[in-house]
């Protein structure tokens, strides 16, 4: 099992800034790919961004790449994934979640990952 614990969310001004955090637990060893999502309000989840753990190949979605960047830390005990979005707009406002996965090395859809954190909500102000 692997547990995820999102962190980092609150309130933002447009065009600012704000790095997600998200702290796996558990099996993480064996974690072979990861990834963002969130899901705005009224909407579905959707892919922010996605990581392959082995070779760090990543795949954004179109929307996102360029404001956001993930990367990933892999010291001797811990694992971590971060997230860090620039120059937010309104329409980022959504709850953004962890997920993990320790059965594909996929990582492009929510189909792809079999752990999930609970969230942590971003909201951006004009």
């Known amino acids: 099992q692997v547990q995820l614990a999102e962190s980092g969310g609150g309130l933002v001004q447009a065009g600012g800034s704000r790095r997600l955090s998200c702290a796996a637990s558990g099996r993480t060893l064996s974690v072979y790919s990861m990834g963002w999502f969130r899901q705005a309000p009224g909407k579905g989840r959707e892919l922010v961004v996605g990581i392959r753990m082995g070779d760090g190949s990543t795949y954004y979605k179109p929307n996102y790449e360029g404001r956001f960047t993930i990367s990933r830390d892999e010291s001797k005990n811990a694992l971590s994934l971060y997230l860090q979005m620039n120059n937010l707009e309104p329409e980022d406002t959504a709850v953004y979640y962890c997920?993990?996965?320790?059965?594909?090395?996929?990582?492009?859809?929510?189909?792809?990952?079999?752990?999930w954190g609970q969230g942590t909500p971003v909201t951006v102000s004009t």
């Open positions: 997920a993990a996965s320790r059965d594909s090395t996929a990582y492009t859809g929510q189909r792809d990952f079999e752990y």
